[in-house]
């Protein structure tokens, strides 16, 4: 199954028997892999308690939704993830550019493979006109760009993305 990042932001974090445990308060990247590892989770009360989930910690990942087996994988430690989001970034937000370093807008959602966490898809935004550019034209995730290949900057590249992502999607 494939799902939006917008559509996991905030999803409830739930048992197999329903019970909810968490909110996602932010999903965590490995920008090497263009993946998520895991998330940071929100348990709210008095105080606001952090923890950390891995992804492959995880039974399913879908529209509003994570699915877990046990309330022991969320995890006080999150360090590592800190570490990630130093090194990786949000990915949302952050400016989109080709090899040559011409923008070409910024990242406003991703498609994510629900059982590997994979990025599939990213959605750009430039003056009003979106685009949808496949991870294979990825070279690179940092905090302050994401950087494609110079070829999804041809004319041609977006008829072709969109017919390839119409009959994948």
Same mark, same amino acid.
């Given at each position: 199954?494939?799902?939006?990042?917008?559509?996991?932001?905030?999803?409830?974090?739930?048992?197999?028997?329903? $019970? @909810?445990?968490?909110?996602? +308060?932010?999903?965590? %990247? #490995?920008?090497?892999?263009? &993946?998520?590892?895991?998330?940071?989770?929100?348990?709210?009360?008095?105080?606001?308690?952090?923890?950390?989930?891995?992804?492959?910690?995880?039974?399913?990942?879908?529209?509003?939704?994570?699915?877990?087996?046990? $309330? @022991?994988?969320?995890?006080? +430690?999150?360090?590592? %993830? #800190?570490?990630?989001?130093? &090194?990786?970034?949000?990915?949302?937000?952050?400016?989109?550019?080709?090899?040559?370093g011409q923008s070409i807008g910024k990242i406003t959602d991703l498609l994510i493979d629900g059982e590997t966490g994979l990025i599939v898809r990213f959605y750009l935004n430039h003056y009003l006109r979106e685009r949808i550019i496949p991870r294979q034209f990825l070279v690179s995730i940092t905090p302050r760009q994401i950087i494609f290949k110079d070829i999804v900057n041809q004319p041609i590249f977006d008829q072709v993305a969109t017919a390839g992502a119409t009959s994948a999607g």
């Open positions: 199954m494939v799902v939006e990042l917008s559509q996991i932001s905030n999803a409830s974090i739930r048992l197999t028997n329903g $019970q @909810k445990l968490a909110t996602v +308060d932010r999903v965590i %990247f #490995d920008g090497e892999k263009a &993946q998520i590892v895991g998330f940071q989770t929100a348990q709210r009360a008095v105080i606001t308690r952090f923890s950390r989930l891995d992804f492959d910690q995880t039974l399913s990942v879908g529209r509003g939704e994570v699915v877990i087996d046990d $309330q @022991k994988n969320l995890q006080r +430690d999150l360090k590592l %993830f #800190d570490q990630l989001r130093h &090194q990786y970034g949000h990915v949302i937000g952050v400016a989109a550019k080709t090899e040559a």
